[in-house]
């Protein structure tokens, strides 16, 4: 069977700026922080706040800062949402996290909230437990531009009926000289919900991602 999945949107997060098919355009010279941002961005940005992002690791701010400004909550019923697919890709993963954990390890108190985020997936968790996502959960564990292995996965748990819609990532963040902050996150969609595209499924090939994020503003 051939399915060409909908791109119904996009959310993106770099080092300059906030996007995403929601309508949202901010850099982080206008938010007045440095990417990913702090405990007060997500409320900056969006104009409400969220409880626990304060205490986010900053994979975890990323992607939720690039789900929440693709609009995904506002596209799907809350019964798709929870049938939801949720592929994420990382060549960094929470190696962040995990260094700041470490670091911790030569003081008298240990970091013990930045632990749950020393798994590579608990970035995946925070973007499902806002969105209700609960259907298939796939975290890779990526080489430097193999990225676009999520969109692979995706296409092909659409095409097999596991699922209509996958909420599909990439993400990697790394504090340090240089700094690496990069998070897209896309909402595929089976034709048949009809759901307006935003971008055209890209060809295959290389650059899927890259592709699907060149429908935003730059």
Not at 11 to 20: F, K, L, N, P, Y
């Amino acid at each position: 069977m051939t399915v060409t999945p909908v791109v119904a949107a996009i959310g993106d997060v770099d080092r300059r700026r906030i996007a995403g098919t929601a309508g949202l355009h901010v850099t982080w010279d206008e938010l007045g922080v440095d990417a990913p941002g702090d405990g007060r961005t997500f409320r900056a940005a969006f104009g409400r706040g969220d409880e626990t992002f304060r205490r986010l690791d900053v994979a975890s701010r990323a992607l939720v800062l690039a789900s929440e400004a693709s609009g995904l909550q506002d596209l799907l019923t809350a019964a798709q949402r929870e049938a939801s697919a949720l592929i994420v890709a990382t060549t960094i993963g929470c190696l962040d996290a995990d260094r700041q954990f470490a670091a911790s390890l030569d003081t008298e108190m240990r970091d013990a909230p930045i632990f749950p985020y020393t798994l590579p997936s608990t970035c995946l968790g925070e973007v499902a437990l806002r969105h209700g996502l609960r259907g298939i959960s796939i975290c890779l564990s990526v080489a430097p531009g193999d990225a676009d292995d999520a969109l692979g996965e995706a296409l092909r748990v659409l095409v097999a009926g596991e699922a209509e819609t996958a909420v599909v990532a990439t993400v990697d963040v790394l504090r340090g000289e240089p700094p690496t902050c990069a998070a897209t996150v896309v909402l595929l969609a089976h034709p048949r919900l009809a759901l307006p595209p935003v971008a055209a499924w890209p060809a295959p090939g290389g650059g899927a991602f890259a592709a699907i994020r060149r429908a935003l503003p730059a």
